[in-house]
């Protein structure tokens, strides 16, 4: 079992950045798939990025590409997300989550064993 701690969240300005962090307990946070999702008031929780257990495979969403990085730090049991050229839209409450099986960069939350509690992000036009 892991669990997941999300910090780095705030209000920033249209253009601006952030990098989230996700801080994972446990000794065998390698073993887990990753990944970022977000939710914004009356939508559903929608996938951001993934990041395979190696960090050498990333998966983004589209509307993040070229903007977003996922990374992990295996050493440090630690994902992050830095997050470039900020929007409006990018707005919503960004949950960190682990897979324990398989190698696949799933998209769907339900393929995912464990969440943290979430860090909001602000972005004002």
């Known amino acids: 079992q892991v669990q997941l701690v999300e910090s780095g969240g705030g209000l920033v300005q249209a253009g601006g950045s952030l990098r989230l962090s996700c801080a994972a307990s446990?000794?065998?946070?390698?073993?887990?798939?990753m990944g970022w999702f977000r939710q914004a008031p009356g939508k559903e929780r929608e996938f951001v990025a993934a990041?395979?257990?190696?960090?050498?495979?990333?998966r983004y969403t589209d509307s993040v590409k070229g903007r977003f990085t996922i990374s992990r730090d295996n050493a440090k049991n630690t994902v992050y997300l830095q997050m470039n050229s900020l929007k409006p839209e990018d707005t919503g409450v960004y949950y960190c989550a682990a897979r324990g099986s398989g190698s696949f960069l799933y998209t769907y939350p339900s393929a995912y064993d464990y969440w943290g509690q979430g860090t909001q992000v602000t972005v004002s036009s």
């Open positions: 446990g000794r065998t946070f390698s073993s887990y798939v």
């Open positions: 990041i395979s257990r190696s960090g050498d495979n990333t």
